[in-house]
T-cell receptor, first 112, second 113 residues
Framework: GESVGLHLPTLSVQEGDNSIINCAYS??????FIWYKQESGKGPQFIID?????DKRQGQRVTVLLNKTVKHLSLQIAATQPGDSAVYFC???????????FGKGTTLSVSS | DAGVIQSPRHEVTEMGQEVTLRCKPI?????LFWYRQTMMRGLELLIY????????DSGMPEDRFSAKMPNASFSTLKIQPSEPRDSAVYFC???????????FGPGTRLLVL
C-alpha cells in the first residue's frame, strides 16, 4: 500500500485470520522485490523476497505474489498472530542496480 | 550471528553540534548502506559502499553529511553541523557479495534540538 502524508494504510485483522498486504510498484525494469517487517523501535526485518522470473514464492506462513502485468506485489500472512503486528514495507530493485526503493509501508494491527 | 550493529542507539544533541553514527556490518558482507527514516519521507537511501568504496552518494542531503568506511567492518555517518531537520532514525544495512537481501541494524534515533 502507498501512504499519503503522515498516514500509513492500516490493515486490521483478527488473530487467526489471513492477512493480505498490497504494494504497487512503478518501475517495469525492477527485477527484485522484497518485503520487510518493522516493529516499533526496531530496524526492518527481512521476511521474504522474489525475483521477477517468478510469480509466487512461499515461506513459513508467508507467501509473496508478483503480478508484473499490473506491477503489483502482495504479501499474504496465514493465521495472523498478535506478534505479526508491525509496519510492512515492500521494496523494489531495478535490474542491474543496487539500491532498494521502499514504499511508505502498511500498518498491520492484529487483535486477539 | 550478531547482525548489523549500530551505535549509539539514541542520540540527543543541540543544533550546530557534530554527530557521528557508527555501524558494524555483518561479518563477510561487502556492501553497506546508510538509510534515513522519517514519517514524512519514509526510508531513504543516503549512501552505499561496495568493498569499502562509496559507490553512490546521491542521496546524501547536503555537504553537512559525510560517510566513511575505513575497513570492511566499520562505517561512520557524520553530520556537521547538525540541524533540527536532521532528526530521524538512521539505519545501516549490509549485504553479502552476490546477494540481493539487505539486513538492517536496529537504527540510531537522532534528535537535534
Amino acid at each position: 500500500g502507498e501512504s499519503v502524508g503522515l498516514h500509513l494504510p492500516t490493515l486490521s485483522v483478527q488473530e487467526g485470520d489471513n492477512s493480505i498486504i498490497n504494494c504497487a510498484y512503478s518501475n517495469s525494469a525492477s527485477d527484485y522485490f522484497i518485503w520487510y517487517k518493522q516493529e516499533s523501535g526496531k530496524g526492518p526485518q527481512f521476511i521474504i523476497d522474489i525475483r521477477s522470473n517468478m510469480d509466487k514464492r512461499q515461506g513459513q506462513r508467508v507467501t509473496v505474489l508478483l503480478n508484473k502485468t499490473v506491477k503489483h506485489l502482495s504479501l499474504q500472512i496465514a493465521a495472523t498472530q498478535p506478534g505479526d503486528s508491525a509496519v510492512y514495507f515492500c521494496a523494489e530493485k531495478e535490474g542491474g542496480g543496487t539500491a532498494l526503493i521502499f514504499g511508505k509501508g502498511t500498518t498491520l494491527s492484529v487483535s486477539s | 550471528d550478531a547482525g548489523v550493529i549500530q551505535s549509539p542507539r539514541h542520540e540527543v544533541t543541540e543544533m550546530g553540534q557534530e554527530v557521528t553514527l557508527r555501524c558494524k556490518p555483518i561479518s563477510g558482507h561487502n556492501s553497506l548502506f546508510w538509510y534515513r527514516q522519517t514519517m514524512m519521507r519514509g526510508l531513504e537511501l543516503l549512501i552505499y559502499f561496495n568493498n569499502n568504496v562509496p559507490i553512490d552518494d546521491s542521496g546524501m542531503p547536503e555537504d553537512r553529511f559525510s560517510a566513511k568506511m575505513p575497513n570492511a567492518s566499520f562505517s561512520t555517518l557524520k553530520i556537521q553541523p547538525s540541524e533540527p531537520r536532521d532528526s530521524a532514525v538512521y539505519f545501516c544495512a549490509s549485504r553479502g557479495q552476490g546477494q540481493e537481501t539487505q539486513y538492517f541494524g536496529p537504527g540510531t534515533r537522532l534528535l537535534v534540538l
